[in-house]
Nanobody, 124 residues
Framework: QVQLVESGGGLVQAGGSLRLSCAAS????????MGWFRQAPGKEREFVAA????????YYADFVKGRFAISRDNAKNTVYLQMNSLKPEDTAVYYC?????????????????WGQGTQVTVSS
C-alpha cells in the first residue's frame, strides 16, 4: 500500500512554470513506477509522464515533450513534475499514481494507487 499526496498546483499565466510534487508514504516507494496524469473539465483523464523506479527511464505524452520533466527523489519518497512553457490547454487536475509493475507504462489500469489531485490553471 502507498498513499500519495500532490501539491504545487495553482494559477499561472501562459508561458509560465510550475513544479508539482507528489509525496508518498510507505517504505517501498523506490520499488514503484510513478506516473502523472491529468483530467481537464469535460474530458477523460489522460497520461502525462511516467518514471521508472530508479529514475533512469522516463516516458512522456507527445503533447508535453520538451516542456515537462518528471523526476524522483527516492530518499524523499517524492516524485516531481516540472512544467514549463505552460499553455491554457494544460489546465487540468493533475494526479500522481503508483504502479508495482516492472516497466513504465501509460496505461491507467496498471496504476492502482492514486493521489487526490492538484489543480493547475493556466490563464491566457
Amino acid at each position: 500500500q502507498v498513499q500519495l499526496v500532490e501539491s504545487g498546483g495553482g494559477l499561472v499565466q501562459a508561458g509560465g512554470s510550475l513544479r508539482l510534487s507528489c509525496a508518498a508514504s510507505g517504505r517501498t516507494f523506490s520499488s514503484y513506477v510513478m506516473g502523472w496524469f491529468r483530467q481537464a473539465p469535460g474530458k477523460e483523464r489522460e497520461f502525462v509522464a511516467a518514471i521508472s523506479w530508479s529514475g533512469g527511464s522516463t516516458y512522456y505524452a507527445d503533447f508535453v515533450k520538451g516542456r515537462f520533466a518528471i523526476s524522483r527523489d527516492n530518499a524523499k519518497n517524492t516524485v516531481y513534475l516540472q512544467m514549463n512553457s505552460l499553455k491554457p490547454e494544460d489546465t487540468a487536475v493533475y494526479y500522481c499514481a503508483a504502479s508495482s509493475i516492472a516497466t513504465i507504462t501509460d496505461l491507467q489500469y496498471e496504476y492502482p494507487y492514486w493521489g487526490q489531485g492538484t489543480q493547475v490553471t493556466v490563464s491566457s
